[in-house]
């Protein structure tokens, strides 16, 4: 199973990102997928989860600006970024959680300037 994330950039304060995360391979069938994001320094942090029901969870930091959503159809998780902060500048990481295992794509760099 692989995870191509893509999206990621350098982007003003109050602009906007979207990500993306395209899982490919021997996949079954995918159960949550989520976004996580690492700054320099900081312990690897969870962004936002979506089931596949389509029930969502938020980091209370991202709430009212950060919307996860994906298209089972292309085993493919969104997560559009508004409002974005400069404390938002990570490296963001996408996850999904297939029968029992979990995996992790590569990390795209979302770096919002002031």
């Known amino acids: 199973v692989q995870l191509q994330a893509s999206g990621g950039g350098l982007v003003q304060a109050g602009g906007s990102l979207r990500l993306s995360c395209a899982a490919s391979g021997s996949i079954f069938s995918i159960n949550n997928m989520g976004w996580y994001r690492q700054a320099p320094g900081k312990q690897r942090e969870l962004v936002a989860t979506i089931t596949s029901g389509g029930r969502t969870n938020y980091a209370d930091s991202v709430k009212g600006r950060f919307t996860i959503s994906r298209d089972n159809a292309k085993n493919t998780a969104y997560l559009q970024m508004n409002s974005l902060e400069p404390d938002d500048t990570a490296v963001y990481y996408c996850?999904?959680?297939?029968?029992?295992?979990?995996?992790w794509g590569q990390g795209t760099q979302v770096t919002v300037s002031s």
């Open positions: 996850n999904i959680e297939s029968g029992s295992r979990n995996y």
